[in-house]
C-alpha cells in the first residue's frame, strides 16, 4: 500500500515556475517508478513526466520536455516535479502515482496508487 499526497500548486504567471511535491509513505515506494500526471478541464488525464525506481530513467511529454525536471529523493520519500517557463495550456489539476513495477511507462492503467492531486494555474 502507498499513500500518495501532493503539494506545491498554485496561481503563477505564464514564465514563471513553481515546484511540486509528492509525499509517500508505504514501504514499496523506493522499489516503485512513478509518475506525474495532469487532467485539464474536458481532457483526458495525461502522462507528464516518469521516473524509475532509483531515478536513474525519466521520460517527458513532448509538451513539457526542456521545461520540467522530475527527480526523487527515495531517503525522504518524496518525488518532486520542477516546472519552468509555465505556460498556460500547463493549467491544470497535477497528479503523482506510483507505478505498478520499478520502471515508469506513460500509460495511467500502469499506476495503481494516486494523490488526491494538486490545481496549478497560469495565467497569461
Known amino acids: 500500500q502507498v499513500h500518495l499526497v501532493e503539494s506545491g500548486g498554485g496561481l503563477v504567471q505564464a514564465g514563471g515556475s513553481l515546484r511540486l511535491d509528492c509525499a509517500a509513505s508505504g514501504r514499496t515506494f523506493s522499489t516503485n517508478g512513478m509518475g506525474w500526471f495532469r487532467q485539464a478541464p474536458g481532457k483526458e488525464r495525461e502522462f507528464v513526466a516518469g521516473i524509475s525506481w532509483n531515478g536513474v530513467s525519466t521520460g517527458y511529454a513532448d509538451s513539457v520536455k526542456g521545461r520540467f525536471t522530475i527527480t526523487r529523493d527515495n531517503a525522504k520519500n518524496t518525488v518532486y516535479l520542477q516546472m519552468n517557463s509555465l505556460k498556460p495550456e500547463d493549467t491544470a489539476v497535477y497528479y503523482c502515482?506510483?507505478?505498478?513495477?520499478?520502471?515508469?511507462?506513460?500509460?495511467?492503467?500502469?499506476?495503481?496508487?494516486w494523490g488526491q492531486g494538486t490545481q496549478v494555474t497560469v495565467s497569461s
Open positions: 502515482a506510483a507505478a505498478r513495477l520499478s520502471g515508469w511507462l506513460r500509460l495511467t492503467r500502469e499506476y495503481n496508487y
